[in-house]
């Protein structure tokens, strides 16, 4: 069965079932406290709350999914950071009974799994938490004999919440018997055994509890289901595969490595793998509009692309190899979302440049990097010479400890953030004593310029679209510079229909108004907020009428009919996948 027609039968199953279809959101969520989407339920989360839902009480949804929790599992048969995850929800309608009732009728009708090779997995119970006995004895209705069913604790079946706080419950987990076949441990090898003869494929989320921030947990108003089944291991037990990689989802991908390398890829399973899952990952980032940096989701783009290519240099690969490896993602999953063929050029020339990056500089810092350890006299690379990998040679944190550990070393984690944050001060106490003692005229004159940035944002988010997402941005009292995400060179039209608008704005008179309020209820709010540093409770928005609305701690003025006349005097590139303008008052 082919992974279409899977992903289709699952949605028309429940669509059968008075469910909604529902297409996947972005992989960047309007939840503050998390990176990415990371589950089926992210979307649908006020609606467990008990908000209505526009889609009704029953919906389905094939979703789009990026999880850097498994990312040193990636290499394996089953891990991934990129997956697609097939989810049924219920938000105060059915409950447990029908749910088991359908994912038997679905594994086991529509996708004819014989009955014998499930296992299934329930919550114990532990001190804050009853046994989930509603679960256990459903499954015992339905025909599945006890010798196929076991009790697990809080780590293994129970499920949530996403980000800091929200809904969570009790799970009743369905696991696939690979080879039906006792490991040493013999009657002990039960599914979540560590021999990997047993591999989870659907987890039934029963939400029955709200988690808060101290990990209290109180009973929800609203019952609800949240149900996950990663479409990569379904398709991995129809296929008849030893592993996700081997499926149609990633045949192509492999191939197309193999056809560029020197070796096979049964040489080397595991740089395989990593680069395929890695560059498709990159892809659907790229497509989300993200941009390699050193800043939240940019970073972890940066990250994955680097090790892929550190992975590429293991095989032989040769330079620009990436962009045939990424043509043959986009080419599995174009009729399904569209995006990654509509926006290939722009996701390839962010690889490109990506790429051409580290490279330069890749041989040098593995140089450096070897040199270093062969002068560590103990088993520990120290934090200054970490900083030193990531300022100089553009290494990850991650990816030096990746290194160390295939040395058999580990590295000063905590040596490394404590430069890096020197480093941060340095640049912080070098910004404000160039805005010390500039008088009141040029501080009016910056606050002009800090309100022109706002202007200037929005307008490149409206004229090249909401990839557009700032980078950096410095201001003196004579002009201007903005860094901004966006993968080409602006053309004279687009540039003029920016200043156009910005000048349309500042003629409009808007209101410049500024209001405190939490972080999340600011987001919520449509805010903009793109930078890492650690928010307060509190947050300072400024809104420029119904046009612009950012979370900044200052200075602007009341009106923008203060700033005059706007005119941008220079566009250029300021890094990869990064554009710079210069503007100044006239």
């Not at 004999?145 to 800091?164: A, C, L, Q, S, V």
């Not at 921030?213 to 009973?219: F, G, H, Q």
């Not at 030193?388 to 000063?412: I, R």
């Not at 995400?485 to 108004?513: F, R």
Request: include cysteine; glycine fraction near 8%; aromatic fraction near 10%.
């Amino acid at each position: 069965m082919k992974s279409e027609e899977i992903r289709k039968k699952f949605l028309d199953f429940f669509k059968e079932k008075g469910h909604k279809i529902v297409p996947s959101s972005s992989l960047l969520p309007t939840d503050p406290s998390v990176l990415f989407t990371t589950a089926g339920m992210q979307q649908f989360k006020e609606y467990f709350l008990g908000k209505k839902s526009p889609f009704g009480k029953r919906v389905t949804s094939c979703q789009k999914c990026f999880r850097t929790s498994d990312i040193e599992e990636v290499g394996n048969d089953r891990h991934l950071t990129f997956l697609e995850m097939l989810g049924n929800f219920s938000f105060g309608d059915y409950f447990k009974k029908e749910t088991i009732e359908w994912a038997l009728e679905f594994l086991t009708g529509l996708c004819k799994i014989p009955n014998s090779k499930l296992w299934f997995g329930y919550f114990k119970g532990d001190s804050n938490v009853p046994e989930d006995k509603e679960s256990y004895k459903i499954l015992q209705k339905l025909g599945i004999p006890k010798n196929r069913i076991y009790g697990f604790g809080r780590e293994d079946n129970f499920w949530g919440p996403t980000g800091e706080e929200g809904p969570c419950g009790p799970t009743c987990e369905v696991h696939y018997d690979l080879t039906q076949e006792s490991c040493s441990k013999g009657k002990d090898c039960i599914p979540n055994c560590e021999c990997g003869g047993f591999i989870e494929i659907w987890n039934l989320v029963f939400n029955e509890y709200y988690q808060d921030r101290n990990k209290k947990l109180t009973p929800l108003k609203q019952k609800g289901v949240d149900t996950g089944m990663g479409l990569e291991r379904l398709a991995m037990v129809l296929q008849g595969k030893s592993s996700v990689f081997e499926t149609d989802l990633f045949t192509s991908v492999i191939k197309e490595i193999e056809k560029q390398s020197s070796q096979s890829y049964t040489d080397n399973p595991k740089a395989y793998r990593i680069m395929a899952d890695h560059i498709k990952g990159a892809v659907f980032l790229a497509s989300e509009g993200v941009i390699p940096s050193n800043l939240e989701q940019g970073y972890t783009l940066r990250r994955i692309l680097r090790r892929a290519i550190r992975f590429g240099k293991l095989l032989n690969l040769p330079k620009n190899s990436l962009i045939p490896i990424a043509q043959k993602a986009t080419a599995i999953y174009q009729d399904i979302y569209p995006k990654v063929k509509t926006q290939e050029a722009d996701i390839l020339t962010i690889l490109q440049n990506e790429e051409e990056k580290f490279e330069k500089t890749l041989e040098r810092g593995l140089k450096e990097f070897r040199y270093q350890i062969e002068k560590c006299q103990e088993k520990i690379i120290p934090g200054r010479v970490v900083f030193d990998l990531y300022q100089s040679y553009g290494f990850p944190l991650e990816l030096t400890e990746e290194l160390a550990k295939e040395e058999g070393l580990k590295v000063d984690k905590q040596g490394f953030e404590g430069a890096l944050k020197k480093h941060q001060e340095i640049s912080r106490a070098g910004v404000e004593k160039k805005f010390g003692g500039v008088g009141k005229e040029a501080t009016h004159q910056a606050a002009k310029l800090h309100t022109a940035t706002h202007l200037l944002h929005q307008a490149l988010r409206e004229v090249l679209g909401e990839h557009v997402k700032q980078m950096g941005s410095d201001i003196t009292p004579q002009r201007l510079r903005f860094d901004f995400s966006h993968p080409a060179k602006l053309t004279e039209d687009e540039l003029k229909k920016v200043e156009d608008l910005v000048n349309q704005k500042i003629k409009e008179d808007l209101k410049i108004q500024k209001e405190e309020m939490s972080y999340e209820k600011a987001i919520r709010a449509g805010a903009l907020a793109f930078f890492k540093e650690k928010y307060p409770e509190k947050v300072k928005v400024y809104s420029i009428g119904d046009f612009s609305k950012e979370i900044c701690g200052g200075p602007h003025v009341s009106h923008t009919g203060e700033l005059g006349h706007f005119k941008i005097i220079k566009e250029e590139s300021s890094g990869a996948g990064v554009r710079r303008i210069r503007a100044i008052p006239k």
